[in-house]
């Protein structure tokens, strides 16, 4: 007997928790997509290429098209992280490379340089969490990130996702295999989430 599959997106999606605001993306996010990454490429392009000095509005656009195809087809949940009141664009967050055999998933989250130590993506990533495990259905959500990659590391532990592994040449990164840490959460760990 075969597993059920994930469940399929809803239509409309917002998450929040009072701070912040989760929904999927807009095509008028597109400025302050390109404004976020433009402000933090310093922290972010080591650990997200696309995040890079030259970075244009267009490519903004291109994204928020894509992620909108990936949302509408199922095969990945992009949402940006915005405040409560919708109007600072904080970082993004996602749940994407569905496993559907094995109900599992990778979660991918940042947050804009000015808004770092703040604990959003912590609050965030627990939003899209419980969203994957109760919604969609997921058994397994993974957080694989480069082992120097220490904020993204710590936000792991702050959701309560086990280090199951520094696994050999699991990233592409730069045109190389990298090793990675291999974080993990079932539903049962966010239990004791912080």
Not at 14 to 32: I, K, V, Y
Request: aromatic share 8%; proline share 6%.
């Amino acid at each position: 007997m075969t597993a059920p599959s994930i469940a399929p997106f809803p239509p409309m999606l917002e998450l929040g928790d009072g701070r912040l605001c989760l929904r999927p993306w807009q095509d008028d996010d597109a400025d302050s997509l390109f404004e976020a990454a433009r402000e933090s490429v310093t922290s972010l392009a080591r650990w997200l290429p696309w995040c890079h000095p030259d970075y244009q509005r267009h490519e903004a656009i291109a994204w928020i098209a894509r992620c909108r195809e990936g949302w509408h087809a199922g095969e990945h949940a992009a949402l940006p992280i915005f405040d409560a009141a919708g109007a600072e664009l904080l970082g993004a967050v996602g749940l994407n490379q569905f496993n559907r055999a094995h109900r599992s998933a990778n979660l991918g989250y940042w947050v804009r340089q000015s808004r770092h130590g703040q604990g959003i993506a912590a609050a965030a990533c627990r939003l899209v969490t419980r969203f994957g495990f109760a919604q969609l259905g997921l058994a397994r959500i993974e957080i694989v990130v480069l082992p120097d990659n220490h904020a993204s590391r710590r936000t792991a532990e702050k959701l309560g996702a086990q280090l199951e592994a520094i696994a050999r040449h699991r990233l592409w990164v730069d045109g190389q295999p990298r090793d990675a840490a291999v974080h993990a959460l079932i539903p049962a760990d966010l239990q004791g989430a912080r």
